[in-house]
């Protein structure tokens, strides 16, 4: 036989869901205030209704009391069932609807009452307030049981106090005046809080919505794994409200943008000073993997809205697969550079052994002179004028690709560059992208030519590169520096549209500015001044004489 299942166990206590847990609690809530309500409106009200009971007694008895003809009837006629001071008594009591109205003579023997049988006798309740000349408020109990009284005193013409007047209203019907109004004050508070409970019930299912039926531990569980999340990724995220201004940011969207907390609550062209970058966080730059840099970082952003009106953008960081993509060009240029020698070399090695086989040696002599001075002429008229060993490689390699896809590169006759730069590597890479985008503006033209001029002025380096191609129309010299930005067909491991903008971010960052315009005789002719680009000539070293060797004395 199986075993018998356990009996489950009843759990109590709230709901898991938000929806349940928020309703559950906005009726006990609206339930509490409707019944504190309730009880606070309830407590006075007694109190009300004595209080108006025994004004209204009081009002009674003031009213009987001004009758002009009691007193006088009090003093001149015993007490009698069927005297006039009985007779008016009860003709108040039944006009007013009092429960009793008692008039007395100044020994407190009645001279009237609701029971006849009572007249002649003392009233049971002291009447000493009274008949001293006080008004009295009160509930107390007689011979008719628990009443709201007053009592005034009854005077003459001559305004002496010859009795009083006691009026009651019975008890019995303040209470049920307050019986009488319970119900009608539930019905208020059952509706006060049906109303509640259904303006619970809507906002508990807008509730409802947008936390998608999560319970409180999954939204903490959520919020602990996205702290989590943003914080340990290696992307930058940046989250923007629906007015377009920041609200959260990543450790590393504060490292790739240079930014702090700051920035939180304020627009990207605040936090960022304008520029691509604020335009793609901002969507005024559409697109997915859009390039833009930043400093001396180059980041690939996408931007992507959210249902409540806002964005959220990430950010990659692609300075080292950029600087790869660059080196991988360098390579493969060095690469065609090796290949072109490699194939002139090819045919050179042809025409000398044509040469030697017909035994045209002298021809032959003449024909390796000229290659190898060819060669030697190119590197010298490049050292002679570029001092710095990266640079003048750079330009020698240029040069042999540039021959190789049918282009002249040609170093200007106004080069001088010293070896005193503090950044080469930045200059090359300045120099390269300048060259490289040259090439690509000529190759395949007749006549065509590339012109390199460098110089330094005091510790100013300008640099200069004109071609005979095409040009920049006026309206894109200044776009051809926007961060990807390109008319050229991005090739298979890189972006375009990145090369100029480093130029102009590394000649910024040194103070310096890089400019297009157009060259003398057409063509485009690119201007780059790099401010304290080279040091200060160090001291010439001392001319030093050694000393002469001392010789030793001879020994004696």
Do not use: C
Request: aromatic share 2%.
């Amino acid at each position: 036989m199986s075993p018998t299942p356990p009996a489950r166990r009843l759990r109590l206590g709230l709901p898991r869901r938000v929806f349940s847990q928020v309703l559950l609690m906005q009726v006990a809530i609206a339930a509490g205030v409707a019944v504190l309500a309730t009880g606070l409106f309830l407590a006075p009200l007694s109190n009300q209704l004595d209080d108006q009971a025994m004004r209204r007694a009081l009002a009674i008895a003031q009213t009987t009391a001004q009758q002009p003809d009691l007193a006088q009837d009090l003093r001149d006629t015993p007490p009698s069932p069927n005297g006039p001071v009985q007779q008016e008594a009860e003709r108040i009591r039944k006009a007013t609807q009092a429960e009793y109205i008692v008039v007395m003579d100044w020994r407190g023997v009645r001279w009237s009452h609701t029971d006849k049988k009572q007249i002649g006798g003392i009233v049971s309740t002291d009447p000493g307030q009274a008949l001293a000349g006080k008004e009295v408020m009160e509930i107390d109990s007689g011979t008719l049981g628990r009443s709201a009284r007053g009592k005034v005193p009854l005077r003459d013409s001559d305004g002496s106090v010859v009795g009083a007047v006691s009026v009651g209203i019975a008890y019995d019907s303040v209470r049920a005046r307050l019986i009488h109004a319970i119900p009608g004050l539930l019905a208020y508070a059952g509706g006060a809080l049906a109303v509640g409970a259904m303006a619970a019930w809507l906002i508990s299912r807008r509730v409802h919505r947008q936390t998608r039926d999560l319970a409180f531990s999954d939204i903490a569980a959520l919020l602990s794994e996205r702290e989590a999340m943003l914080h340990g990724i290696r992307e930058g995220v940046v989250a923007l409200d629906r007015t377009g201004r920041i609200r959260l940011l990543n450790d590393e969207a504060q490292r790739l943008l240079s930014i702090g907390d700051a920035a939180v609550g304020r627009s990207p062209d605040e936090a960022l000073g304008g520029g691509r970058t604020a335009d793609v966080l901002a969507g005024r730059v559409t697109g997915t993997d859009l390039l833009t840099v930043r400093g001396q970082r180059v980041l690939v952003a996408n931007r992507m809205p959210t249902d409540d009106g806002g964005a959220v953008a990430t950010l990659r960081d692609r300075t080292e697969l950029e600087q790869l993509g660059r080196e991988l060009d360098s390579t493969r240029g060095l690469i065609d550079a090796l290949r072109a020698q490699d194939h002139e070399h090819a045919n050179r090695m042809h025409t000398l052994l044509g040469l030697l086989e017909l035994e045209m040696y002298d021809d032959a002599v003449e024909f390796v002179g000229e290659v190898v001075g060819d060669h030697r002429a190119t590197a010298e008229q490049v050292t002679e004028r570029i001092e710095d060993p990266l640079l003048a490689a750079l330009l020698v390699g240029k040069a042999t690709v540039a021959a190789e896809r049918g282009v002249a590169l040609w170093v200007s006759d106004r080069t001088r560059l010293p070896d005193r730069l503090v950044d080469p590597q930045g200059l090359v890479t300045v120099v390269g992208n300048l060259v490289d985008n040259a090439l690509d503006a000529v190759a395949g033209k007749p006549h065509a030519r590339v012109e390199v001029e460098l110089r330094a002025e005091g510790r100013t380096a300008i640099l200069r590169v004109r071609d005979t191609g095409p040009g920049i129309p006026p309206e894109h010299r200044e776009l051809i520096f926007t961060a990807g930005w390109s008319t050229k067909k991005p090739p298979a491991h890189r972006e375009r549209g990145i090369g100029l903008s480093l130029v102009r971010r590394l000649a910024e960052r040194q103070g310096g500015s890089a400019t297009v315009d157009e060259a003398y005789g057409g063509g485009a002719e690119f201007t780059v001044v790099l401010p304290e680009a080279l040091a200060e000539p160090g001291p010439e070293p001392a001319l030093t004489v050694p000393s002469a060797p001392q010789t030793a004395k001879k020994e004696s």
